[in-house]
């Protein structure tokens, strides 16, 4: 389990996944906070995103996906960068206001 976490963050160039299921998992809702107990703040997710996002692979560009491929990607990266819910949702606040659309 250690090796492959420390050969996950090698710097490699972002993958593109060409095929993830349409319809977030089911640990989307678990990631971030119930509705309406924290206001999103693009500011502290942009810096959240520049800061923890790019230790693995390049950091991505938030145009590079549309908003429903993000939801998809972001329940799976979040955990990764080890993000509570509040960090999570100021993220995905960011990443979505700056979507390709
Ligand atoms: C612990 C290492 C790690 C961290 C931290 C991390 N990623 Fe990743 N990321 C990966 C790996 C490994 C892949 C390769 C694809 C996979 O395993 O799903 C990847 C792939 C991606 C991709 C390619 C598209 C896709 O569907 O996989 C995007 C976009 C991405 N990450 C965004 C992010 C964002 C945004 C964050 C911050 C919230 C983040 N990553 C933090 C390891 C990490």
């Not at 319809?23 to 971030?32: D, H, R, V």
């Not at 938030?62 to 329940?75: C, S, V």
Request: hydrophobic content about 40%; some cysteine.
């Amino acid at each position: 389990m250690l090796i492959m976490l420390l050969a996950s963050c090698h710097k490699k160039a972002v993958p593109v996944i060409t095929e993830r299921k349409a319809g977030a998992p089911k640990k989307f809702e678990s990631i971030y906070p119930p509705k309406e107990t924290v206001l999103p703040d693009t500011a502290a997710g942009k810096q959240l995103f520049t800061d923890r996002c790019g230790r693995c692979h390049g950091l991505p560009e938030t145009n590079q996906f549309t908003a429903e491929k993000w939801d998809n990607i972001l329940p799976v990266m979040i955990p990764r960068a080890r993000m509570n819910n509040e960090e999570a949702l100021h993220v995905r606040a960011y990443v979505l206001a700056n979507t390709k659309n």
